[in-house]
């Protein structure tokens, strides 16, 4: 299942809409595609890295110009605006500089809107690629029988097509073993009730849902082997994942369960430290009303005050091991994240 495609626009399966239908959305300029951005249309790291690229491909084709700095001014200006539609996952940031700068060094507008779009469908295509491989390193570590608990969605609907964390649990059911899955409902927006549970029942993995409250019991109650988590960034003293993911690393820590990360190197900012990093915070709305499908269902006073951060950081330290299209890295990794990094 491709979450992303190029066909004469963009087209994304609309992620707000499922489990329930599954609706193509066709994005045909810039603005369109910010908006279903900030909406959860598409979303998850590396859907947003294709998304970034595929964005630029678009933002070619929106107007004539006749002059050749004129046209990539006003893609350099679109470009910037659609890599600040989100702000915590680094690989929208990427998915546009990347596609950008084909645009930058074209010497014709018809070069420029040629070359973006290969480059965006490269992207698209390594990203696929990258998770198999991902996949088939995260598999080695899972054993039959395993029991992973896992938060919101980082299946294909997260990627272009096959996943990280769920791309290694795919992996690992391919290689024969047998897995259960606990899925946080990763509140309030659900991406872990309403994709990563679709997609599991979808592949025939036995999945088992739970409220974002219920990790420790499940943990407790010897439910757990094993923690795997997708990441937004990674930075050189922490790794930004879907809020709820802190309170997991600890949890897991406490009762001596590994807590893997999946993440493709792109999602890796190691110039960059915790502090440094913006966490997105949403409209108070999602907690206020019992999903954002139902706005006529409100479960808390309406005047309340709400604290909504979309992402939480985990020191690293938290982290047992980093699963990438590399290889699996393990603490130290100040000295082994560098080495990775240097064979992009
Ligand atoms: O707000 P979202 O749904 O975009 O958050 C996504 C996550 O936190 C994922 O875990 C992360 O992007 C990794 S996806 C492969």
Redesign the pocket.
């Known amino acids: 299942m491709r979450t992303i495609y190029w066909e004469n626009c963009i087209k994304m399966i609309d ?1 707000t809409r499922l489990p329930d239908e599954l609706f193509i959305l066709e994005i045909h300029d810039v603005d369109e595609l910010i908006s279903a951005i900030q909406r ?1 249309s598409i ?6 890295e294709a998304a970034g690229g595929y964005g630029v491909a678009l933002a070619c084709r929106e107007k004539s110009f006749g002059r050749l700095e004129d046209f990539k001014n006003y893609v350099k200006e679109r470009a910037e605006k659609l890599a600040k539609a ?1 702000p ?2 680094v ?1 929208l940031v990427v998915g546009v500089e990347r596609v950008l700068k084909k645009v930058i060094e074209a010497s014709s507008i018809e070069e420029a809107k040629n070359s973006a779009l290969e480059e965006a469908e490269r992207i698209a295509e390594e990203d696929i690629v990258r998770n198999k491989l991902m996949g088939g390193f995260g598999a080695k570590l899972i054993e039959d029988g395993d029991g992973i608990l896992t ?5 294909s609907l ?2 272009v097509e096959w ?5 290694v649990i795919r992996s690992a059911k391919l290689e024969g073993k047998n897995v259960r899955v606990f899925a946080c409902e ?1 509140r309030p ?1 659900n ?1 872990g009730s309403r ?1 990563t549970t679709w997609e599991l029942l979808n592949d025939g993995i036995d999945v088992t849902l739970i409220t974002d409250s219920m990790a420790g019991i499940v943990m407790r109650k010897g439910f757990v082997d094993k923690v795997i ?4 960034r990674i930075v050189r003293d922490g790794v ?4 709820g ?1 802190y309170t997991l690393a600890v949890l897991a820590k406490e009762h001596g369960i590994p807590f893997f990360v ?2 493709p190197l792109t ?1 890796f900012d190691w110039e960059k430290e915790m502090k440094d990093v913006v966490i ?1 915070e949403r409209r108070d709305d999602e907690l206020k009303y019992c999903h954002m499908k139902c706005m006529n269902c409100r479960i808390a006073p309406e005047n309340v005050k709400v604290f909504n951060p ?2 939480d950081a985990t020191p690293l330290e938290y982290v047992t091991a980093l699963i990438t299209e590399k290889g699996v890295i393990f603490p130290p990794y100040d000295r082994d994240v560098p080495k990775v990094l240097k064979k992009l």
């Open positions: 992620q959860l979303r998850g790291a590396p859907a947003l989100r915590t996952a690989n938060i919101c969605n980082t299946g997260a990627t996943g990280t964390a769920l791309g990763t927006l991406q994709l988590v997708g990441a937004d930004f994942n879907k809020i993911t999946a993440a999602t997105e979309a992402f």
